[in-house]
């Protein structure tokens, strides 16, 4: 999901209360445009109204982990 302060939010859908935020374009001019994933979803492209364009590297095991994570199992 993007969002309009420039926030991009990856969830996992067993955990979708929890969320890896990325947080690279501009707060005030860069309302996330389009966010779209390669088809092994590995990478992640992001297009804002600041003009830019970001290529992140998606570690879709650790972000699992993380989302199903829960500190206070024992």
């Known amino acids: 999901m993007g969002y309009e302060n420039g926030e991009v939010h ?3 859908v067993d ?3 929890k969320y890896l ?3 690279m374009h501009d707060a005030q001019n860069g309302a996330i445009t ?9 990478y992640a492209i992001t297009t804002a109204e600041d ?6 590297q998606i570690d879709s ?4 982990k993380e989302a199903l994570f829960d500190p206070f199992a024992g």
């Open 10 to 12: 990856i969830r996992w």
């Open 34 to 42: 389009s966010v779209r994933f390669d088809k092994n979803e590995k």
């Open 21 to 23: 935020a990325i947080k």
């Open 51 to 56: 003009g830019l364009m970001f290529v992140y």
């Open 61 to 64: 095991d650790n972000i699992r």
């Open 15 to 17: 955990a979708p209360q």
